[in-house]
């Protein structure tokens, strides 16, 4: 059984921003055939190819191979000295889709299901836009990225010289988000999702038969301390109003019921809102880690592994984006302040390391349209919202490159 879409009052929406000239069908059209044939990590070969060969047809300056498999569009018009940034992410996910639909993945295993074909759409139909009208004095980077969901392809991109060839004065993203209305946004201040690292933590003991556990030195029972001991990081250590989580993903070790294995790892995953909270979950993992192997005479061996930082918002460019997203869409659809952001990571917080800038959540609907969660095999990306993420890179454009 197949199903398409439904419209919904949202429909409207291009009669909404008359200035702004989005070609709604042409660019749902490009979105659903990047939905068809997804592509993980940095292997993003055929998206990277009609990425460049559309740019490069609407006449930006196009770069290819950045951060192995990342594209930038170029395009400067009159003679203005700011320099824009804007960043869309094109990678899958390593998950078997369930929509039914007919632009359903044709790459088994690999789908969607996050949203990134529409935000890559989002991006071409901003892009073609602003090389058709050029209203705007200065310098434009549209930076599609690889491998964002495993956080590697931003920082992949700027240590391949991405800020050092393309300057940017200040850089932006935005994520669809499912559940929050479509025809709004969400723009906030300051820390906007947390960290992400992971340990893989090693305790060695000395193997033995499962009768005789006196002669040995159990592993398992030192890991099943620990993992109880890593509950209290959290909960006695990071305040109350402050963001941290830590959590246990696998603990393996042993294979039979009779034998007391050698060793066991535990695989650990970290993520916090602020770069002091980051540093003190660490420390406080190391000194239970070793203190509870110590005590219970066994080695422990911590592999830990900072993937990306929190992503932070610039104060003044998320005032602009605010303000953008308000002449859009009035500012009672624009969410400026909530009690948090994202739980998840990103890896645009590497980009925002290095220059300043905003990401923007974007809603995707409630309901039976556009709001089933990302990273599930019934997600879709609603097309209806797809003229406005474009409406609002073009405006930001217009209004941060002016003369």
Known sequence: MT????????????????QIQIDADTFIGIRRQIHAQPELGF????????????????GYEVHTGIGKSGVVGQLRVGNGKRRLGIRADMDALPIVE???????????????????????????????????????????????????????????????????RFPCDAV???????GVPAGS???????????????????????????????????????????????????????????????VGFIRGGATHNVIPESVTLGLNVRAARPETRALVEQRIRE????????????????YRQLTPPMVNTESETKLAQQVCSDLVGADRVVTQAPKGLNGSEDF???????????????????????CMVHNPGYDFNDQVLPLGAACWVRLAQTYLTA
Not at 43 to 58: I, Y
Not at 288 to 303: F, N, R
């Open 3 to 18: 199903r398409e879409p439904t419209l919904t009052p949202f429909q409207l929406l291009p009669h909404l921003l008359p």
């Open 43 to 58: 292997e993003v070969g055929a998206t990277s190819k009609l990425v460049a060969t559309l740019l490069e047809s609407w």
């Open 98 to 164: 369930a929509t039914g639909l007919p632009y359903a993945s044709k790459n088994q295993g690999k789908m969607h299901a996050c949203g990134h074909d529409g935000h890559t759409a989002i991006l071409l139909a901003a892009a073609k836009a602003l090389a058709d009208s050029r209203d705007f004095d200065g310098t434009l980077n549209l930076i599609f990225q690889p491998d964002e969901e495993n956080l590697c392809g931003a920082r992949a991109m700027i240590e391949d010289g991405l800020f050092e």
């Open 172 to 178: 932006f993203a935005l994520h669809n988000m499912p």
């Open 185 to 247: 946004f969400r723009v906030l201040p300051g820390p906007v999702s947390l960290s992400s690292d992971v340990a893989d933590v090693t305790i060695k003991g000395v193997g033995g038969h499962g009768a005789m556990p006196h002669r040995a030195r159990d592993p398992i029972a030192a890991s099943a301390a620990i993992v109880t001991a890593l509950q209290t990081v959290v909960a006695r250590n990071v305040a109350p109003d402050d963001t941290a989580v830590l959590s």
């Open 288 to 303: 239970i880690v070793s203190l509870t192997a110590q005590a219970h005479g066994v080695e422990a061996h911590i592999d």
């Open 349 to 371: 917080a590497w980009m925002l390391n290095e220059v300043p800038g905003c990401y923007l959540i974007l809603g995707n609907g409630e309901g039976e349209i556009g709001g």
